[in-house]
C-alpha cells in the first residue's frame, strides 16, 4: 500500500497540531544551541557514551521528568474533558488515546525510570563500590529504554496511539477491534524499554551481591540499598512474563498468529493472567525503591536509626513473595469459582500485614527523635497518612464480595493513585530532592519546596478524594464523558481543580530547579544533610567518576554517621593508588539505536528496513563480543589532582 | 504547622465521607444481592477508619512531641527496635484481616446462589435472561418467554433473575450497581450472575469494562415491575412484537449504537455467541463491514450507526470515499 502522508502523520486534531509545532520548534532550538555553544562533543563524550552511573542515573531522571510532565498533560487533558458533563473538548477516541498513554506512560517512562535513575545514582555510592557491575549494561539499558520511550512518545503525531487502555485486554487490543498501528508502538515500544529493565534488573543484583565494600555484610546495607536489591529479583522474575505475552501481541498483530484473539481459539483470558502476573509485581517495583527512599529520610531527618531493621527487610521480602500471589485481584468479576476468587482475596490481604509493620516501624522511627522539617521530610511525612488511605482502600477492594462493586470504577482510580502518588511519586520528589546536592552541587531552595509540598499534597487530595465516591456512585473508569442525569458533576468539578493544583505545584517545582541553580549557595561539604550513609562521604556535585580515593571499611549499620560519631575521615590520607576503570562505549547508544529502528519499522510492517537493522543489531553484537578492551587506570596524580581540588573548594 | 493541618485535613475527610454515603447507588441497594455487598462495604469503611485514625493520631503525637526544638531533652538515638511493639502491630492486622476475611468469604460463596428473598413465603424459580453485549449495545433473550430486547429489561420484583452473560465481542462487564456487583461477559464463553430487586423501580445499567469508542454509551435501563406488570408486557411483547431474523440481527454485529427495542423471538434460536466466538466478525464482513484506523482517512469518514427498529437491512456499511 503506498504511504499517504495525511495518515502517516496524525492530522485533524489542533491539540496535535500545536504539539508537533512545539516538538519541531523546541528540536530546532536545542539542534541549534547546542552548534551554537559547540556541545557536541562534550554531549556525545561525556553523558551519550558515558558508562559512569551517575550521569546514568540523572539521565533517567531527567526523562522521567519529562514523562512527568507529558503524562502530567495528558491528566490535565482528561480532567478538564471531565470536570462538567457531556463537554467535547476532548472526542471518545482521542479520551481513549489519552488516558492509554498516561497510564503506560506514567508507569513505564516515568515511575519506573525516576526509581532506576535514583537507584543508579545512589546504590552503588552507599555501598562504597566504583561503578556497578556492568556498566556497558548499564549504558545499553539505558538506551534501550530511552528509545522504547521515544518510540512509544511518537505513536500521537506519527499513526496513532493505542487506545485499548494501559491493560490492552484482548479481544479489544486485536486488530479487528483496534486497527491501525497504535498496538503495534504499545507492544514494540513496551518491549523495547522492557529488554532495558531487565537488563538493570541483573545488573543491580550482581553490583548488591558482589560489590559491596569491605565490611558491608547484607544486614549492614543501608534501607534503599535492600529495598533495590529485592526490586532487581522481582524484575528479573516478573519481567520476562511481559517480555514473552508482549512478544505473543506481537506475532498477533503483525503476523496474524491467535494467542489471544476471537479467532482460532484464541485465549483472551490468557493475556488478562500474564498481563497482571507481570503487573502486580510491577507494582511492587515501583513501590518498594519508594520504601527505601522514606526508610533513608525518615532516619536522616528524625536523626535516629531505622527502627526495626531486621523487621523491615524481612517484610519487604515478604511483600516480593506475596506479590506473585495475588494477580487475580484485578479480574475478580471474570467468572473465576468462588474458591478461587477467596483464595485470592485471603493472599492481597494478607499484604497488608508486612506493610502495616513498614507503617510503625516508620512511625516508631520518629519516637524519641529530633524531627527537622526539611523538604524531603515533608514528602516522606506526607507519604505516611496518604499511603495509609490508599491502603486500607485497597484491603477493601480485596475483599472479592465487595470488589464486584468497585472493579472498574473511580474508587479503583482513586485507590492506585493513592499508592501510586503517595507512594511512588512523592518519594521520586523526596528522593530527586534529598540526593540533589549529591548529583548538582547545591540544595534545592526550601522555600519554595515547601510551598510545592503543601500544594501539590492539598491538590493530590482534592482530586483523588472525591472520586472514591464517586466510584461509590456508580462512574465507571474510562469513560469519556457522563450525563447531567448521573449526578457526578460537582465532585467531578472537585477533582478537575485539584488536578490543576497540582500541575502547579509541578510547574513551582520546574521553576525551583532554575531558581536554585542561579541562586543556591553551593555544598563544599558533600554532607549537606548530616547524613547517615555512605554516598555523603563523597565530595558532592558529582563525584569523581571513580566515587572514592579510598574505598571505605564499614563497621555498623549507617556507616558514615558511625564514622563522624568516631572522627574518622575518610578524606586524610592522600596515599593513594591508581585505580582501574571502564572506558566509555559507543556500541551501547548505536545498537540500541537500530532496536529503534527495527521496531518502527516493524510498527509501521516495513519489513527490508526491519529486517536490515535486525541485521545492523547482530552486527553490534558481534563487535561487543570481540572487544576485548577492559577498561584503564586513573593515575595517581590524577586522583591527587582531583582530591586537591575537592577539599579546596 | 504541619501536625495541625494533618489533623484537620483527616476530619474534614471523615466528616465528608460519612455524610456523603447515604445517598451513594452503591450504598442504597435494592435488592438482596447489592444488600448483602454494601453491608460487607459497611463493614470494611468502620474498620479502615479506624486504622486510619490510629495511623493518623500516631503520627500527629511523634511530629508534635519529637519535632526538632534545639534541646530537645527525650531525643534518644540508641533504640533501634522493640520486638514487644513489632510483634503487637504484627498480630493485629493478623486479626483484622482474619476478621474481614470470614464475611468476605461467606458473601462470595453465598453470591454463586439465588438470593433468597425475604419479604416472600415461596421463593421462586429464578427467571433467567441471557445478556449479550455487542459493540456497544446490550441484547437480552428471554428464552422461556421467547422474547428478546435491546438496551432495556423487564423483570419482576421478588424474584431471583439468573444472567447468562456472553459477548459477540470485546468483553464487556455486566453491572447494575442498585442490584448488585458486575461480572465479565466474554465471547466462546459463558459466566452466571444472580440479582434481584425488591423494590419497584427504574435502575441504571451499564457496561463497565472499556470496550472502546462507544464505551461510555453502552448503558441499558432495567425495569423492575410487579409480577402482572411484568407478565402482562411478555404476554403483550409475544403478541405484538415483531419476530427477529437472522437477517437483521446481524445487523447488530456490526460496531454502534442502538435505540431500545424489543421482539417477539430470540436470537439463540440461530446463534449463541457463548458457543460461536467468531460470529460477530463474520458476519458483519459479510455486511461489507471494515475495521479502519481511527487516523486514516476512511475511519475518519465512518459514524457510528444508529439502529432503530425496525433495523434496516438494506444498510451495509461501506465507506464512500471520494478518491483524490
Ligand atoms: C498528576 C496527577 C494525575 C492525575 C490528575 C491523573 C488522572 C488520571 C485520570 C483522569 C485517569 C483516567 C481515568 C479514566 O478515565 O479511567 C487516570 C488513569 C490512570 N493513571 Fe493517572 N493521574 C495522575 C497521575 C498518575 C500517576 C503519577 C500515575 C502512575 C505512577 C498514574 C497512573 C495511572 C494509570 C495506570 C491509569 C489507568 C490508565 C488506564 O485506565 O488504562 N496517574 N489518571
Ligand atoms: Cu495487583
Ligand atoms: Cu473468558
Redesign the pocket.
Known amino acids: 500500500m503506498p504511504l499517504r502522508w495525511d495518515e502517516f502523520i496524525v492530522t485533524g486534531d489542533p491539540f496535535i497540531l500545536a504539539a508537533q509545532i512545539s516538538i519541531a520548534l523546541t528540536s530546532i532550538i536545542a539542534v541549534v544551541a547546542l552548534t551554537y555553544f559547540k556541545k557536541w562533543k562534550m554531549l556525545w563524550t561525556d553523558w551519550i557514551t558515558t558508562v559512569d552511573h551517575k550521569k546514568i542515573g540523572i539521565m533517567y531522571i531527567a526523562c522521567a521528568l519529562l514523562m512527568?510532565f507529558r503524562?502530567?498533560v495528558?491528566?490535565?487533558m482528561?480532567?478538564t474533558q471531565?470536570a462538567a458533563p457531556e463537554l467535547d473538548f476532548l472526542s471518545s477516541q482521542h479520551?481513549n488515546e489519552?488516558?492509554?498513554t498516561?497510564?503506560?506512560i506514567?508507569?513505564i517512562f516515568?515511575?519506573m525510570p525516576f526509581l532506576i535513575g535514583l537507584m543508579n545514582v545512589v546504590v552503588p555510592l552507599q555501598i562504597g563500590a566504583r561503578d556497578l557491575a556492568f556498566p556497558f549494561l548499564n549504558n545499553l539499558s539505558f538506551w534501550t529504554f530511552f528509545f522504547g520511550m521515544a518510540l512509544f512518545n511518537i505513536s500521537f503525531v506519527i499513526g496513532g496511539s493505542p487506545s485499548a487502555?494501559?491493560?490492552s485486554y484482548f479481544p479489544l487490543a486485536s486488530n479487528d477491534f483496534s486497527p491501525g498501528v497504535g498496538q503495534n508502538y504499545y507492544a514494540l515500544g513496551i518491549q523495547l524499554s522492557g529488554i532495558g529493565t531487565l537488563a538493570t534488573g541483573i545488573n543491580f543484583i550482581v553490583t548488591i551481591l558482589r560489590m559491596r565494600t569491605k565490611g558491608m555484610s547484607l544486614m549492614k546495607m543501608p534501607m534503599f540499598t535492600w529495598t533495590v536489591f529485592i526490586t532487581s529479583l522481582i524484575i528479573v522474575l516478573a519481567f520476562p512474563v511481559l517480555t514473552v505475552a508482549l512478544a505473543m501481541m506481537t506475532f498477533d498483530l503483525l503476523f496474524g498468529t491467535h494467542f489471544f484473539t476471537l479467532q482460532g481459539e484464541g485465549l483472551d483470558m490468557l493475556w488478562a493472567n500474564l498481563f497482571w502476573i507481570w503487573g502486580h509485581p510491577e507494582v511492587y517495583i515501583?513501590a518498594l525503591p519508594a520504601f527505601g527512599i522514606f526508610s533513608e529520610i525518615i532516619s536522616t531527618f528524625a536523626r535516629k536509626k531505622l527502627f526495626g531493621y531486621n523487621a523491615m527487610v524481612a517484610s519487604i521480602v515478604v511483600i516480593s513473595g506475596l506479590s506473585f500471589l495475588v494477580w487475580v485481584h484485578h479480574f475478580f468479576t471474570m467468572g473465576n469459582s468462588a474458591a478461587v476468587n477467596s483464595f485470592f482475596s485471603i493472599t492481597t490481604m494478607a499484604i497488608s500485614v508486612p506493610t502495616g509493620v513498614k507503617i510503625f516501624n516508620w512511625l516508631f522511627t520518629l519516637h524519641k527523635g529530633k524531627i527537622r522539617f526539611t523538604t524531603p521530610m515533608l514528602w516522606s511525612l506526607g507519604f505516611i497518612p496518604n499511603f495509609v488511605i490508599g491502603g486500607v482502600t485497597g484491603v477493601m477492594l480485596a475483599m472479592a464480595a465487595a470488589d464486584y462493586q468497585y472493579h472498574n470504577t473511580?474508587f479503583l482510580?482513586s485507590h492506585?493513585?493513592y499508592v501510586?502518588?503517595a507512594a511512588?511519586?512523592f518519594a521520586c520528589f523526596a528522593g530527586l530532592i534529598y540526593w540533589y546536592p549529591k548529583m548538582f552541587g547545591h540544595r534545592m531552595n526550601e522555600r519554595i519546596g515547601k510551598w510545592v509540598f503543601w500544594i501539590f499534597m492539598i491538590?493530590?487530595n482534592v482530586?483523588?478524594f472525591p472520586q472514591y465516591f464517586l466510584g461509590l456512585d456508580g462512574m465507571?473508569?474510562?469513560?469519556?464523558t457522563y450525563l447531567e442525569g448521573d449526578g457526578w458533576f460537582s465532585l467531578n468539578l472537585i477533582?478537575?481543580l485539584?488536578?490543576f493544583m497540582?500541575?502547579a505545584a509541578?510547574a513551582l517545582f520546574v521553576y525551583n530547579i532554575y531558581y536554585s541553580w542561579r541562586y543556591e549557595k553551593r555544598d563544599t561539604t558533600g554532607d549537606p544533610w548530616d547524613g547517615r550513609t555512605l554516598e555523603w562521604a563523597t565530595s558532592s556535585a558529582i563525584p569523581p567518576h571513580y566515587n572514592f580515593a579510598h574505598q571505605p571499611e564499614v563497621v555498623e549499620r549507617d556507616a558514615f554517621w558511625d564514622m563522624k560519631e568516631k572522627g574518622i575521615d575518610l578524606n586524610a590520607s592522600t596515599d593513594y593508588q591508581k585505580i582501574h576503570m571502564p572506558n566509555h562505549t559507543w556500541l551501547g547508544p548505536v545498537m540500541a539505536f537500530f532496536m529503534f529502528a527495527a521496531s518502527f519499522a516493524l510498527v509501521f510492517s516495513w519489513w527490508i528496513p526491519a529486517i536490515l537493522s535486525g541485521v545492523a543489531i547482530f552486527v553490534c553484537m558481534i563487535i561487543r563480543s570481540f572487544d576485548y578492551n577492559d577498561g584503564y587506570y586513573v593515575s595517581v596524580e590524577e586522583i591527587e589532582e582531583t582530591e586537591r581540588k575537592a577539599k579546596e573548594a | 504547622m504541619p501536625s495541625s493541618i494533618f489533623k484537620w485535613i483527616s476530619l474534614a475527610m471523615v466528616a465528608v465521607f460519612l455524610s456523603g454515603c447515604g445517598s451513594l447507588t452503591v450504598l442504597d441497594p435494592q435488592g438482596p444481592v447489592a444488600e448483602q455487598q454494601s453491608s460487607l462495604i459497611w463493614l470494611s469503611i468502620w474498620f479502615m477508619i479506624f486504622i486510619v485514625l490510629v495511623v493518623f493520631v500516631l503520627l500527629t503525637i511523634m511530629l508534635v512531641k519529637y519535632r526538632d526544638r534545639g534541646n530537645n531533652d527525650n531525643y534518644d538515638p540508641s533504640i533501634e527496635g522493640s520486638h514487644k511493639l513489632e510483634f503487637i502491630w504484627t498480630i493485629i492486622p493478623i486479626v483484622i484481616v482474619t476478621i474481614l476475611s470470614i464475611p468476605t468469604v461467606i458473601t462470595i460463596y453465598s453470591l454463586e446462589e439465588a438470593p433468597e428473598i425475604e419479604e416472600v413465603d415461596a421463593q421462586q424459580e429464578p427467571l433467567v435472561i441471557h445478556a449479550t453485549s455487542a459493540n456497544w449495545k446490550w441484547i437480552f433473550s428471554y428464552p422461556e418467554e421467547g422474547i428478546e430486547t435491546i438496551n432495556y429489561i423487564n423483570i419482576p420484583v421478588d424474584r431471583p433473575v439468573l444472567f447468562k452473560l456472553t459477548s459477540a465481542d470485546s468483553m464487556a462487564s455486566f453491572w447494575v450497581p442498585q442490584l448488585g456487583g458486575q461480572k465479565y461477559s466474554m465471547s466462546g464463553m459463558e459466566t452466571e450472575l444472580f440479582l434481584a430487586a425488591t423494590e419497584v423501580g427504574q435502575y441504571e445499567g451499564r457496561n463497565a469494562n472499556?470496550t472502546g469508542e462507544g464505551f461510555a454509551e453502552q448503558r441499558f435501563t432495567v425495569n423492575a415491575q410487579t409480577d402482572e406488570a411484568f407478565n402482562e408486557w411478555v404476554e403483550d411483547t409475544q403478541e405484538n412484537a415483531p419476530s427477529l431474523s437472522e437477517d437483521e440481527y446481524v445487523h447488530l454485529m456490526v460496531p454502534g449504537h442502538a435505540e431500545e427495542m424489543t421482539f417477539s423471538s430470540t436470537h439463540l434460536e440461530f446463534v449463541n455467541h457463548a458457543y460461536d466466538a467468531t460470529y460477530s466478525l463474520e458476519k458483519r464482513a459479510e455486511l461489507g463491514y471494515e475495521a479502519h484506523s481511527p487516523h486514516s482517512r476512511e475511519g475518519k469518514a465512518f459514524d457510528l450507526p444508529i439502529l432503530s427498529q425496525p433495523i434496516n437491512t438494506d444498510k451495509t456499511y461501506e465507506v464512500e470515499l471520494d478518491d483524490e
Open positions: 512527568l503524562g502530567g495528558d491528566a490535565m482528561m480532567r471531565l479520551y489519552i488516558f492509554t498516561h497510564g503506560t506514567m508507569i516515568m515511575a487502555g494501559w491493560t515501583v473511580y482510580v492506585f493513585h501510586l502518588i511512588t511519586v491538590g493530590f482530586c483523588f465507571p473508569r474510562r469513560i469519556y477533582s478537575t485539584g488536578a497540582m500541575a509541578f | 472499556f
